[in-house]
């Protein structure tokens, strides 16, 4: 399950989807908005993408993690639109066997997501709205 | 032929659609498409972004050759997650 959508993520969705009778564990990662960014206080956060391309990403990232660690099932949901400050922006679930694959999984996912999915996070803080990356530059190279 | 241009984020904003058909030569990349649009979007040319480019939701180069019915998009660097 690798989505994007416009509503609040539910933990428990992606939980049954990895649960796994082969399965000794369930790692969970979900990523909040926080109400501080580089000395800013941040009011509201939105975020956008393309979709169809988005969730193609997050389809690529579950296949080559399951291409480098054995895991059983794997669930990624980005949210878009107004997200309010402490809510979940993205969540992501795996079931292994055994928890290291698990851990490292969740880990290599949230990494990927930040560097190639294209979705976009505009911050809105006292006095203005920055689309975040835009000064910091791309980190990723496609080829 | 004619391609599909959608913008997103910054870009959205600065050309102030999000969605447009443009006219090109058959053989055309996508660099020429970005040259092509930012003479009528000058806005597009954000000092200092580095963008990158996908063609039919797969990461291309400029120099990636446009067929008729492409959809281009130009990503700002993403900030998901």
């Given at each position: 399950?690798?989505r994007v959508q416009n509503f609040a993520i539910?933990?428990?969705?992606?939980?049954?989807?990895?649960?796994?009778?082969?399965?000794?564990?369930?790692?969970?990662?979900?990523g909040?908005t926080?109400?501080?960014?580089?000395?800013?206080?941040?009011?509201?956060l939105d975020y956008e993408a393309y979709p169809e391309m988005a969730e193609?990403?997050l389809?690529?990232?579950?296949?080559?993690?399951?291409?480098?660690?054995?895991?059983?099932?794997?669930?990624i949901i980005h949210r878009l639109g107004p997200v309010?400050?402490?809510e979940a922006s993205v969540v992501?679930?795996?079931?292994?066997?055994?928890?290291?694959?698990?851990?490292?999984?969740?880990?290599?996912?949230?990494?990927?997501i930040?560097?190639?999915v294209p979705i976009w996070k505009k911050?809105?803080?006292?006095?203005?709205?920055?689309?975040?990356?835009?000064?910091?530059?791309?980190?990723?190279?496609?080829? | 032929?004619?391609?599909?241009?959608?913008?997103f984020a910054?870009?959205?904003?600065?050309?102030?659609?999000?969605?447009?058909?443009?006219?090109?030569?058959?053989?055309?990349?996508?660099?020429?498409?970005?040259?092509?649009?930012?003479?009528?979007?000058?806005?597009?040319?954000?000092?200092?972004?580095?963008?990158?480019?996908?063609?039919?939701?797969?990461?291309?180069?400029?120099?990636?050759?446009?067929?008729?019915?492409?959809?281009?998009?130009?990503?700002?660097?993403v900030s998901g997650g």
């Amino acid at each position: 399950m690798f989505r994007v959508q416009n509503f609040a993520i539910d933990l428990d969705e992606l939980v049954r989807y990895v649960t796994d009778a082969e399965a000794g564990a369930i790692a969970t990662f979900i990523g909040t908005t926080r109400n501080n960014n580089e000395g800013r206080q941040v009011i509201a956060l939105d975020y956008e993408a393309y979709p169809e391309m988005a969730e193609k990403e997050l389809k690529r990232i579950g296949a080559e993690a399951a291409q480098k660690w054995p895991i059983c099932r794997m669930a990624i949901i980005h949210r878009l639109g107004p997200v309010q400050i402490g809510e979940a922006s993205v969540v992501i679930a795996v079931s292994s066997a055994h928890r290291e694959a698990a851990f490292a999984a969740s880990r290599f996912a949230i990494e990927e997501i930040k560097k190639t999915v294209p979705i976009w996070k505009k911050e809105v803080f006292d006095g203005g709205e920055v689309w975040i990356g835009t000064q910091t530059g791309q980190r990723f190279d496609p080829s | 032929m004619k391609v599909r241009v959608k913008f997103f984020a910054i870009l959205r904003e600065r050309a102030g659609t999000a969605e447009v058909t443009h006219e090109l030569s058959e053989g055309a990349t996508v660099g020429d498409l970005w040259h092509g649009l930012q003479k009528t979007y000058p806005k597009l040319d954000v000092p200092g972004i580095r963008l990158l480019y996908a063609v039919n939701q797969n990461y291309v180069h400029l120099d990636e050759q446009l067929r008729d019915g492409d959809e281009v998009v130009f990503l700002p660097p993403v900030s998901g997650g």
